[in-house]
């Protein structure tokens, strides 16, 4: 891979000044009788590769719908950049900066990967573009498009996947289809963005790629937390490391810390992983 390359997408040291971009303090969510994310108060620095772990049930997804905006929480907050965004509607949170990598939805699939990428920014944050289709503005909208394509493009052979710019996305194996979540998500210009199972379904040399490709933006100063089953991708790859167990957080450190933690593995043996 060119280190030279360098992505449009967005810069994300313009928010440096917050030194933990994402905090999440206190936050519940009950649906009927079960509790999903009992309390769970957390931060994750900026330009880190957080891990979020936890045993089958620990509230992991849970807990990232309800800072991305997918669930509203029953009580507590979720912070972003200093602002107080629980609550807001995922394209909300996504226009933020904050974005999470979303499958491609089977009727994607038989959109081409460039076709995958023109619509990325027009689905994961609002309309904003695509409404300002006026008259008036028809010059600086076909100047915008012009710019899209240009920035696909790059972000395409960032990734290594430009050669298959024409290819249906059904016919993508699981590796390219992860390749192509995460270019999608980098195209909306995010600053912290969130993985969940990125390596779930991906052949070990693809697997490689994507981490090399991870480590490459975290070091530009995108910011990462991660859900993953596979202990030794988090272990390996993961500065910090924060297990959650019952909706709540057990403990946080690094992967050498947390290694060493005998909560921990007992959570792990009283869950069933
Ligand atoms: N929409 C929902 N309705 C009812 N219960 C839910 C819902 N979403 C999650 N739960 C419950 O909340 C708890 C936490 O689930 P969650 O999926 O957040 O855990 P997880 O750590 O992501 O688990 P896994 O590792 O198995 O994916 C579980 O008991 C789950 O059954």
């Known amino acids: 891979m060119d280190a030279n390359v360098t992505l449009a997408t967005g810069d994300p040291n313009l928010a440096a000044d917050h030194e933990y971009p994402l ?14 994310v009992d309390g769970a108060t957390f931060r994750v620095e900026r330009g880190t590769l957080t891990g979020l772990i936890g045993p089958n049930g620990a509230g992991k997804s849970t807990t990232f719908n309800l800072i991305t905006g997918v669930h509203q929480p029953d009580s507590g907050s979720v912070t972003f950049n200093g602002e107080d965004v629980t609550g807001l509607e995922p394209h909300q949170v ?19 990967v460039l076709e995958n990428m023109m619509l990325a920014p027009q689905n994961q944050i609002g309309e904003q573009l ?8 028809r010059g600086r909208v076909v100047d915008q498009e012009a710019e899209l394509l240009e920035r696909v493009w790059e972000t395409l052979e960032f990734f290594e996947i430009d050669h298959i710019a024409e290819e249906y996305a059904e016919n993508l194996s699981g590796g390219q289809r992860k390749l192509l979540e995460l270019a999608r998500a980098l195209l909306t210009d995010p600053d912290v963005l969130l993985l969940d199972e990125p390596f779930a379904g991906v052949n070990p040399s693809l697997e490689r790629r994507l981490v090399e490709h991870i480590h490459t933006l975290r070091e530009r ?3 990462f937390l991660l859900v993953e089953h596979d202990m030794d991708l988090i272990m390996e790859n993961c500065e910090h490391v924060i297990v959650l167990h019952q909706g709540r957080v057990l403990t946080e450190g690094t992967p050498a810390e947390i290694k060493a933690n005998e ?10 992983v």
Request: hydrophobic share 35%; net charge positive; aromatic share 10%.
């Open 221 to 223: 100063g995108y910011t």
């Open 263 to 272: 909560e921990v593995v007992e959570a792990y043996l009283g869950g069933n």
């Open 130 to 137: 695509w409404r300002s289709v006026t008259p008036g503005l």
């Open 94 to 112: 996504a226009g933020r900066g904050m974005v999470r990598t979303f499958q491609i939805a089977r009727e994607l699939g038989e959109m081409t």
């Open 23 to 36: 905090q999440v303090d206190n936050l519940r969510k009950s649906f009927g009788g079960i509790t999903a």
